[in-house]
């Protein structure tokens, strides 16, 4: 079957033939080229298409089965779930913004650090030719870390302390500025005709992370604060954090059905936050 979505086993790809085929589908089903209720292709159908074993197949429809986006029924074969929950993860969904054109990605949160994870793997595929955008514009809106900040901060205190602003702006500054190096490399070898990565921070507590790709669709999650230990100077502190990694992800689009109007509403309200921010108390980041 020559159903785009896919594509081909990468040979380069260090992952099994059966991870990567379950990330292949598992792609379609969060961008929803695969919709709720819709059949999969047969077991036959995908070994004949890749190459492989139908072992290899059932190996990779199980990891969806396990991560409740299908369900197999006997004898029909598996098919999207019908209401897939809405905690998603980022990384398919922006691979999949990289295949249009022209991309936009505006990030919001606290230091871009889990932005930075996912994006550089992105764009090493842009770097490797599998994706191939015409435009990419990057905007970064994060906290200014070499401020006092509400979070984090050691346990009895109020604010963070100087060794603590120190740590954040370390993070912080790693990732952006990693994000930075390899958009203006990308560009700078002619993989992409127009790229472009903007940077501004602001005094805002941090609660949330926001990801807006391609005017589209929104990523929204909220930061939990948690009490644990970080290494300071000579020896752990107790502090209260922030833990980005483990904020859920969910997800809103301005392409959803109609009975789902408040993802719309939700897209809309998020890109009027964004832009107010960045035009109004967003200033200038200082590399």
Not at 203 to 232: C, D, T, W
Request: overall charge neutral; proline content about 5%; hydrophobic content about 40%.
């Amino acid at each position: 079957m020559e159903s785009d979505y896919l594509g081909e086993l990468d040979p380069d790809d260090p992952r099994t033939p059966s991870k990567q085929i379950a990330n292949k589908l598992r792609a379609a089903i969060l961008t929803k080229k695969l919709k709720p209720g819709e059949r999969l292709p047969s077991q036959p159908e995908l070994a004949a298409r890749y190459g492989v074993a139908r072992e290899t197949v059932k190996s990779a429809l199980r990891d969806l089965q396990a991560e409740r986006l299908i369900v197999s029924r006997q004898g029909s074969g598996s098919f999207v779930r019908v209401q897939t929950e809405r905690p998603v993860g980022l990384r398919p969904h922006i691979e999949a913004a990289f295949e249009r054109p022209h991309v936009s990605v505006d990030f919001a949160g606290f230091s871009g650090e889990t932005l930075h994870n996912t994006l550089i793997e992105v764009l090493d595929k842009v770097r490797a030719g599998r994706l191939r955008p015409e435009s990419l514009k990057v905007r970064i809106l994060v906290c200014d870390t070499t401020q006092e900040l509400a979070l984090p901060r050691k346990v009895g205190e109020e604010a963070a302390n100087q060794k603590i602003r120190a740590r954040a702006d370390r993070i912080s500054r790693r990732a952006i500025d990693g994000i930075v190096d390899v958009i203006h490399e990308i560009a700078d070898l002619g993989l992409i005709e127009s790229a472009s990565v903007e940077i501004r921070v602001h005094n805002l507590s941090p609660s949330f992370k926001l990801y807006v790709l391609n005017g589209e669709e929104a990523f929204y999650g909220l930061y939990p604060v948690v009490r644990h230990q970080i290494r300071l100077g000579d020896g752990p502190e107790e502090v209260f954090d922030l833990m980005g990694k483990d904020a859920t992800l969910f997800h809103f689009s301005s392409g959803d059905d109609a009975d789902t109007s408040n993802a719309r509403q939700f897209v809309k309200e998020a890109k009027i936050w964004y832009e107010s921010v960045w035009n109004t108390i967003g200033r200038e980041y200082s590399a």
